[in-house]
C-alpha cells in the first residue's frame, strides 16, 4: 500500500486529488534521488580506494569548497542539512580533511575549512558531478533547458516550505 492511498481525503478529490499524487510522488523521488546520490559518491569513493570517508562527509566537504565557515554558517548558508553536523565536522578534523579555530570574537564558534587532503576529496566529487552533467546531457536525459525549469521549480518549492516554516508561529 503507498502513501497516496491513504490519503484520500474530501480535500484531495477530483482534479487536487491528481496533484496531490503527482505532488506526493515527487516528494518521494526527491528523497530517493538524495539517497541515491549518497550512494553514487560512496560507490565512486570505494572505485577510487577512498574509504575511511563517507558520502554524507564528501558531500559536506564538497559544499565547502574553499570557504572558511563556522558550523552555524554550514546550516543556514544551505551546505549542509543533516542533524549531526558538529560529529561530522570532529570526524573529518580528526581524519584531516579539515582545519578548524576558535573564533577570536566568539570563543564558543568555529571556523572550519578544507586542508590538502579535504580538497582532494572536494575535486573527486567535483570530477564525479562533471560527469554526470555530461552525461546527462550527452544521453538526453536532460537538457540544460530542462535542468533550468527543474532548478527553477525546486527553488520555489523550497522558498514555499521555508515560508511555511517562518510563518508557522
Not at 21 to 32: F, G, K, Q
Amino acid at each position: 500500500m503507498s502513501v497516496h492511498q491513504n490519503l484520500e481525503t474530501p480535500r484531495t478529490t477530483g482534479r487536487s486529488a491528481g496533484f496531490m499524487s503527482t505532488y506526493l510522488e515527487a516528494l518521494t523521488l526527491v528523497e530517493r534521488l538524495h539517497r541515491l546520490l549518497l550512494d553514487v559518491i560512496k560507490d565512486e569513493f570505494e572505485r577510487v580506494g577512498v574509504l575511511e570517508i563517507n558520502a554524507v562527509q564528501a558531500l559536506l566537504l564538497f559544499n565547502i569548497g574553499e570557504h572558511e565557515v563556522t558550523a552555524g554558517e554550514l546550516k543556514t548558508r544551505g551546505y549542509y542539512q543533516g542533524s549531526n553536523v558538529s560529529y561530522n565536522l570532529k570526524k573529518l578534523v580528526d581524519m584531516g580533511y579539515m582545519h578548524h579555530q576558535r573564533c577570536e570574537i566568539d570563543r564558543r564558534s568555529v571556523r572550519v575549512r578544507l586542508t590538502e587532503k579535504g580538497r582532494r576529496i572536494r575535486d573527486i566529487v567535483a570530477r564525479l558531478f562533471a560527469a554526470h552533467a555530461d552525461g546527462l546531457v550527452t544521453r538526453g536525459v536532460v537538457d540544460p533547458a530542462g535542468m533550468d525549469n527543474i532548478t527553477n521549480v525546486l527553488r520555489r518549492i523550497e522558498r514555499y516550505w521555508a515560508d511555511q516554516i517562518r510563518y508557522i508561529y
